[in-house]
T-cell receptor
Framework: GDSVTQMEGPVTLSEEAFLTINCTYT??????LFWYVQYPGEGLQLLLK?????DKGSNKGFEATYRKETTSFHLEKGSVQVSDSAVYFC??????????FGTGTSLTVIP | DTAVSQTPKYLVTQMGNDKSIKCEQN?????MYWYKQDSKKFLKIMFS???????INETVPNRFSPKSPDKAHLNLHINSLELGDSAVYFC????????????FGPGTRLTVL
């Protein structure tokens, strides 16, 4: 069945460090791929998405590129801030309109 | 205006009780969902409703029952609460379609004592 695998956390970085959170997926057909972010005490909110191969989603300095050849959608940011501390979820939506979420990666950015 | 709202935000109750969590969306979406998030932040889909029809029902206990009085509401009723039901429950909605985004509510933290 379809699934999403993302790197386990927690991840702790110093402010202005480079961030990568790995995400790979398994799906038949051509899914859409998403990154959601959950700030402490809040619900999930969309960070970025990509709907076809080689698309790059970007928002708030975060980027992820839909790589069909490696079935990956890694999240990157060049310089993290304390306010980026949150839990990040990779997700896919398949051609049957079903969502699959990864297990989440907790990020803590220290000043 | 809040797009997806849930009530209550916190719910503390005793084992064996019956409780409900309400969800409303004002986005005009066709599909609504319920998720359970455990203490390790793992997110598990429980149900989804599309135009008042259940289309996903994962292997959750039948003590949990979704009820949708109309397209804008999807309530979650839980019978005979157990300690393991303690979690944060999120409601979400989406339009539908492969590229569509889900919009999440703020969550309801349920604690069973």
């Amino acid at each position: 069945g379809d699934s999403v695998t993302q790197m386990e956390g927690p991840v702790t970085l110093s402010e202005e460090a480079f961030l990568t959170i790995n995400c790979t997926y398994t799906a038949t057909g051509y899914p859409s791929l998403f990154w959601y972010v959950q700030y402490p005490g809040e619900g999930l909110q969309l960070l970025l998405k990509a709907t076809k191969a080689d698309d790059k989603g970007s928002n708030k300095g975060f980027e992820a590129t839909y790589r069909k050849e490696t079935t990956s959608f890694h999240l990157e940011k060049g310089s993290v801030q304390v306010s980026d501390s949150a839990v990040y979820f990779c997700a896919l939506k398949n051609t049957g309109n079903q969502f699959y979420f990864g297990t989440g990666t907790s990020l803590t950015v220290i000043p | 205006d809040t797009a997806v709202s849930q009530t209550p935000k916190y719910l503390v109750t005793q084992m064996g009780n019956d409780k409900s969590i309400k969800c409303e969306q004002n986005l005009g979406h066709d599909t609504m969902y319920w998720y359970k998030q455990d203490s390790k932040k793992f997110l598990k889909i429980m149900f989804s409703y599309n135009n008042k029809e259940l289309i996903i029902n994962e292997t959750v206990p039948n003590r949990f029952s979704p009820k949708s009085p109309d397209k804008a509401h999807l309530n979650l009723h839980i019978n005979s609460l157990e300690l393991g039901d303690s979690a944060v429950y999120f409601c979400a909605s989406s339009v539908g379609g492969r590229t569509d985004t889900q919009y999440f509510g703020p969550g309801t933290r349920l604690t069973v004592l």
